[in-house]
């Protein structure tokens, strides 16, 4: 499968523990995307890189959230003390990215989390 | 910012009927349109998109139109089928921010 991978797909934590999600984008794509889906609504944009570099991060991404991709490759989100209202479905995607051009960001399967 | 509104938030036809979902953006600047369908635990997958520079994009039963003046853009989908059943998902983005800003979803169930 060469598309979007995420790990792990599922987790369940305990409120106040951290937890970490990979995605691994597809090989030639230069930019990676992270977003949350609550049950019943679509997905919510949190942030993204353009190979190794952060460009944009929603308001969404508290100090709790951290993400890198540090060889512009995979990248890693990190929840720090997680809370209940954290539970959700974190979805990745890439892109090829030229200015301008409005790619296709493909999706991964995602990491649903749920915290006790 | 971005937002995106769309209606209906479910819509139940018969096999072979057609279906239509609306979405309105509020920022003019937004110049790329993709709608995804999202089925029970997977993944949101592209099914069609179109860009500000046209009107109109088919792809056999699905069809996308866009009126920019209006800020509007639907989803048209003919002779439906129970594998179209899904949440549809429309989204608008501002290719100078990169970011996809989804509308709330459609529920599309068709009956055999």
């Known amino acids: 499968d060469t598309g979007v991978s995420q790990n792990p797909r599922h987790k369940i934590t305990k409120r106040g523990q951290n937890v970490t999600f990979r995605c691994d984008p597809i090989?030639?794509?230069?930019?990676l995307y992270w977003y949350r889906q609550t049950l019943g609504q679509g997905p919510e944009f949190l942030t993204y890189?353009?190979?190794?570099?952060?460009?944009?991060k929603s308001r969404l991404l508290s100090d709790r959230f951290s993400a890198e991709r540090p060889k512009g490759s995979f990248s890693t989100l990190e929840i720090q003390r997680t809370e209940q209202g954290d539970s959700a479905m974190y979805l990745c995607?890439?892109?090829?990215?030229?200015?301008?051009?409005?790619?296709?960001?493909?999706f991964g399967p995602g990491t649903r989390l749920l915290v006790l | 910012g971005e937002n995106v509104e769309q209606h209906p938030s479910t819509l139940s036809v018969q096999e072979g009927d057609s279906a239509v979902i609306k979405c309105t953006y509020s920022?003019?600047?937004?110049?790329?349109f993709p709608w995804y369908k999202q089925e029970l635990g997977k993944r949101p997958q592209l099914i069609i998109d179109?860009?500000?520079?046209?009107g109109e994009k088919k792809d056999q039963r699905i069809a996308v139109t866009l009126n920019k003046t209006a800020k509007h853009f639907s989803l048209h989908i003919t002779e439906t089928q129970p594998e179209d059943s899904a949440v549809y998902f429309c989204?608008?983005?501002?290719?100078?921010?990169?970011?996809?800003?989804f509308g709330t979803g459609t529920r599309l169930l068709v009956s055999p």
């Open positions: 890189f353009q190979n190794e570099a952060q460009l944009e």
């Open positions: 995607a890439s892109s090829l990215g030229s200015s301008g051009s409005g790619e296709t960001q493909y």
């Open positions: 179109i860009r500000s520079n046209v």
């Open positions: 989204a608008a983005v501002n290719t100078g921010f990169q970011k996809l800003v």
């Open positions: 920022d003019s600047a937004s110049n790329y």
């Open positions: 090989s030639e794509h230069n930019r």
